[in-house]
């Protein structure tokens, strides 16, 4: 007899708890070609190569074993080898693939019901993850809405689409269980991966401050104002996160001049500026967490006819 | 998602796998393999049932306190894990038997054309 070599191989997929068959027709279709598992695993299965068998193999779902001796005997008297348990509940087991072998032989549940009280145990959690990811999506959009920042409106379609990625798979399982075909549900590992690799560039950005996010604006224009000494008031805005951040401004008032004057709730002035008209770009701002107010002041000179008032701020992130 | 069964209702009919389990039991006490080549056999090979059916099957019936678990006499199957039918168990076979045997009954009746 050769004496083979045994080459050890990790790979990493990911399949939801609806493609465990497709898993299992994998984990055949590799073992045809002479590379068996060792271990599987939900991110991550090792496989030996080893070409002078061939297996076939079933997952089975079931979080609570009482008494896993039982449990183990029951599949090792068919025939079925246990190889490993995932940290969530999932069984792995193979067998010899014999030429000839009955579809009963190479199924480890062979009635409706027990299948579905199987696929039962994980549809619950999904369904529970679908709403959550559905809630999730809503609440991110609603935000993303409301505050028009694109970063939280991203993370509201990326929970959008792994709500009707999971709604899919629970479909694709009942139209199954109704002699249906399965119909699309897209293919989880690529979703995630899109998903991870989205979030992770939000991430990023953010904390390397690539990103700018507009946290107020104020965009108006006024005429024929009467002369004015008492602070007209612009508007309000809250700041999260003590940081630096970035005002741009741009106003002019013609036949006049103005003050414009930014002060923390307390009335301490962090942003003065006096000038018939004035263009500030990417003035640094250092700001404490609170709310913020905006003060103008107009002036005009004695027997101008016409007056003008335009202002243009705006304070990013 | 499993439906609890109002006890005042009738028991709902049994699968086959939970059938022939029970009734491979009838007699003896015997072990998960041996039920599943028995059952092959009293079901003309049309009924196998698969290790993940059977363990559930137990597991239940086991719950359900229609089974126990028992040891055995025999030293040949001492490590075996053996199951026996409990009086519950035995009243649940018997109720079903007697309803299949209606439904034989009527069907006979329906196919000779013995309906008034």
Known sequence: ?????????????????????????????????????????????????DENVRYIYQLDYNPKI???????????????????????GW???RKLYVEGMAESEMKIYTDKQSLYEMQGRWMRLIGIVTI?????????LIMGVLSKETTILIEGIIFVVLFLTFGMGIISVNRRRNGKTAGFVPPVKPVFLLTFATLFVIMGMLFFGFYHATIHE??????NLADENTPWSGGTFTVDRKGTYELNLDFSDEGG???????????????????DSCRVDGWELKLEKGTYQTFYTFTFDEGSTESQVKVDMEINK | MSVKINMSVKNEPLTESYFYILLCLYQNPSHGYKIMQDTE???????????????????????????TETSSNNPEDKRKRLYELTSSGKEILEEEIERLKRLIRGSEIILKGDDK
């Open chain 1, 1 to 49: 007899m050769k004496m083979k070599k045994k080459k050890n191989m990790t790979t990493h997929n990911f399949y939801a708890p609806w493609e465990y068959e497709k898993e299992e027709f994998d984990l055949d279709e590799k073992s045809k070609k002479g590379l068996q598992l060792k271990k599987g695993g939900c991110f991550k299965s090792k496989f030996y190569k």
């Open chain 1, 66 to 88: 009482e008494d896993p001796l039982q449990y183990r005997e029951s599949f090792e008297e068919q025939g079925w080898q246990f190889i490993n348990s995932t940290f969530n």
């Open chain 1, 91 to 93: 069984h792995y087991f």
């Open chain 1, 132 to 140: 959550l990811y559905f809630i999730m999506a809503i609440a991110y």
């Open chain 1, 218 to 223: 104020e965009n108006f224009t006024l005429v």
């Open chain 1, 257 to 275: 001049a103005m003050t414009v004057v930014i002060q923390d709730i307390n009335g301490s002035v962090v942003y003065k500026n006096n000038a």
């Open chain 2, 41 to 67: 056999r009293l079901s003309e090979n049309t009924v196998t049932i698969g290790s993940g059916t059977m363990y559930g099957a137990t597991v239940n019936m086991l719950k359900k306190g229609w089974i």
